[in-house]
Nanobody
Framework: QVQLVESGGGLVQAGGSLRLSCAAS????????MGWFRQAPGKERGFVAH????????YYADSVKGRFTISRDNAKNTMYLQMNSLKPEDTAVYYC????????????WGQGTQVTVSS
């Protein structure tokens, strides 16, 4: 079993920055994809970014491209999301997720961390 725990959320003013972390425990991945998703009030959960095991491949939603940076430290079983130039529309609960293999669906999910951006 895998547990994912997000941290780093909070309240920040527009234009500010936050760094989210996602710590994985219970299993050491040898090859998988990890990603960030977010859900704003009244909206469906949506994709933010993902990163492959090696970190060599990353992909971002258009809405965050150029402002957010995803990274991972496999030695620490931790993934990060550096969020800069935050906007009020970035307000949401942010979830981290992981696949169990190099490809496939996200099968592990964290409990989420709230990010609130004030205008």
């Amino acid at each position: 079993q895998v547990q994912l725990v997000e941290s780093g959320g909070g309240l920040v003013q527009a234009g500010g920055s936050l760094r989210l972390s996602c710590a994985a425990s219970g299993r050491t991945f040898s090859s998988n994809i990890m990603g960030w998703f977010r859900q704003a009030p009244g909206k469906e959960r949506g994709f933010v970014a993902h990163i492959t095991w090696s970190g060599g491949n990353t992909y971002y939603a258009d809405s965050v491209k150029g402002r957010f940076t995803i990274s991972r430290d496999n030695a620490k079983n931790t993934m990060y999301l550096q969020m800069n130039s935050l906007k009020p529309e970035d307000t949401a609960v942010y979830y981290c997720a992981a696949t169990s293999a190099e490809a496939g669906p996200y099968v592990y999910w964290g409990q989420g961390t709230q990010v609130t951006v004030s205008s």
